[in-house]
């Protein structure tokens, strides 16, 4: 299977730089197209809008003006790749998934927190609910 388009789940700063290392060397060898996706919780997401005082405004728009993905829509532009960005509201893992399904995304590139195995066991996280749910590879990075 070709690699043609790859989407990068960008959370908050520090954990989006692990994953853009994760990502840089196989996107840069394969050409193939980054999609920096940005998923906001719906509290998260109306926050946001409360602070700029805004009623609504589209999740894309909102994501393009993340610190995180500007930074790692820069690095991929230095090294010579267009990333398209994509923002979201809701679960985080329930919209990577849908993305991934809807989509003809080859690779997704996830990060992941250290944590213990109860912690794992009772909490769940997203990279772990994405990795079971989606038919195509998957790269965690783990901070």
Do not use: W
Not at 18 to 34: C, K, Q, R, Y
Not at 93 to 100: F, G, N, S
């Amino acid at each position: 299977m070709m690699l043609e388009k790859a989407v990068i789940a960008v959370e908050d700063p520090d954990r989006a730089s692990i994953v853009l290392d994760a990502a840089m060397d196989i996107l840069s060898a394969t050409g193939a197209e980054p999609i920096l996706l940005r998923v906001y919780s719906e509290s998260e997401f109306k926050e946001y809008l409360n602070n700029l005082g805004y009623d609504s405004a589209d999740p894309t728009e909102v994501a393009e003006r993340n610190e995180a993905i500007q930074e790692c829509a820069k690095s991929l532009r230095a090294a010579g790749l267009e990333p398209r960005v994509v923002g979201r509201t809701g679960d985080p893992a329930e919209e990577i998934i849908k993305y991934v399904e809807s989509g003809d995304v080859d690779h997704v590139f996830l990060g992941a927190r250290r944590r213990s195995a109860t912690g794992k066991a009772i909490l769940g996280s997203v990279s772990q609910q994405v990795l079971r749910s989606v038919d195509v590879p998957c790269t965690i990075a783990m901070e």
